[in-house]
């Protein structure tokens, strides 16, 4: 199985401000430290690639991941931010209070955004880019770093979650969250999330997640 390590992007000055999509914000001071932070808990680890978003933000947090592992960044346009069309870079506070901002906390499978995205059409292509990488790396340990929203709508897809309830999953900056995952249409593991501690996967084999999966009689 493929260990697949999703990173979300460290803090720039707009993080929790500003919806930002997909602008070129580059790290601030503490999003470096993050993402410095974020390399260390990583470092111990066999990793065979990184992938990222081709945007400032993911690109910075996973060269920084990389560094230590002598890996050159693979950008990935499946990993890419929601398209939030007109709300790109928008105050945040503002948003809150249009009528669309409650069916985008409660009922998000319906959402496009004004002259962007679906929510439906972000996941698709997340996972799509997901199992290009999975089927690239069988049985390795490999880096994706992505956006808050983008890891929990594909964390709900290897769940088996309703997409309506992606936004009860909490994805901090610079945290990982592991996914074991089959080319071959194996039983998908969620190994953690959100996690910011020392990181030792071990990684599930098939054996093991069907047996957890048996009831004994």
């Known amino acids: 199985m493929t260990t697949l390590v999703l990173v979300r992007h460290a803090t720039t000055a707009a993080t929790g401000k500003?919806?930002?999509?997909?602008t070129q914000a580059a790290l601030d001071d503490n999003g470096r430290a993050q993402a410095e932070a974020a390399a260390a808990r990583l470092a111990e680890?066999?990793?065979?690639?990184?992938?990222?978003?081709?945007?400032?933000r993911t690109t910075q947090t996973a060269e920084i991941v990389a560094a230590p592992h002598r890996l050159a960044v693979r950008p990935d346009d499946g990993l890419l931010e929601v398209e939030y069309g007109a709300w790109t870079d928008?105050?945040?506070?503002?948003?809150?209070?249009t009528r669309r901002w409650?069916?985008?906390?409660?009922?998000?499978?319906?959402?496009?955004?004004?002259?962007?995205?679906?929510?439906?059409?972000a996941q698709l292509r997340a996972v799509d880019a997901i199992e290009a990488i999975v089927a690239r790396h069988p049985r390795d340990v490999v880096v994706a770093v992505s956006h808050a929203d983008v890891?929990?709508?594909?964390?709900?897809?290897?769940?088996?979650?309703?997409?309506?309830?992606f936004q009860r999953l909490l994805i901090s900056p610079a945290s990982a969250t592991v996914l074991a995952l089959s080319a071959d249409g194996g039983q998908p593991a969620l190994v953690r999330l959100n996690d910011d501690g020392p990181l030792?996967?071990?990684?599930?084999?098939?054996?093991a997640t069907t047996a957890k999966g048996r009831r004994r009689g």
């Open 90 to 97: 928008r105050p945040l506070k503002p948003l809150t209070r």
């Open 102 to 121: 409650p069916v985008i906390q409660t009922r998000p499978s319906l959402v496009r955004f004004p002259d962007g995205e679906t929510i439906r059409a």
């Open 18 to 22: 500003r919806l930002g999509g997909r």
């Open 151 to 165: 890891i929990k709508v594909a964390v709900a897809f290897y769940l088996g979650q309703p997409l309506d309830l």
């Open 45 to 56: 680890l066999p990793l065979k690639a990184v992938y990222a978003s081709p945007l400032a």
């Open 200 to 207: 030792r996967v071990e990684r599930p084999t098939r054996r």
